[in-house]
Nanobody, 125 residues
Framework: QVQLVESGGGLVQAGGSLRLSCAAS????????MAWFRQGPGKEREFAAG????????HYADSVKGRFTISRDNTKNTVYLQMNGLKPEDTAVYYC??????????????????WGQGTQVTVSS
């Protein structure tokens, strides 16, 4: 059974940093591309960042580019999202997602088969 478990969310002031982690089990992690999506209050779920199977390619939404960094450790079956320079508009539930593919990262919600339960990130002004 595939499980993705996020951690690291919390409350932070604007300008601060958080590091999210997503631990995967029940799958061959190294052949999955992984992504972080987020869903703010009253908004649709949107792509934030993605990373391909070996970490050699990353992709970011324009809204987080230059502030967020996605990385992965295939020896630990874990993907990370380092978030710096946080803004109140980054407030959202952050979801980890995975798709079995060694191709390019997809920013499309429907392309992902596996999802975590989400972790809340709240940025105060």
């Amino acid at each position: 059974q595939v499980q993705l478990v996020e951690s690291g969310g919390g409350l932070v002031q604007a300008g601060g940093s958080l590091r999210l982690s997503c631990a995967a089990s029940g799958l061959t992690f190294s052949i999955y591309y992984m992504a972080w999506f987020r869903q703010g209050p009253g908004k649709e779920r949107e792509f934030a960042a993605g990373i391909n199977w070996n970490g050699g390619s990353t992709h970011y939404a324009d809204s987080v580019k230059g502030r967020f960094t996605i990385s992965r450790d295939n020896t630990k079956n874990t993907v990370y999202l380092q978030m710096n320079g946080l803004k109140p508009e980054d407030t959202a539930v952050y979801y980890c997602a995975g798709e079995r593919s060694i191709g390019s990262v997809s920013p499309t919600y429907d392309d992902y088969d596996y999802w975590g339960q989400g972790t809340q990130v709240t940025v105060s002004s």
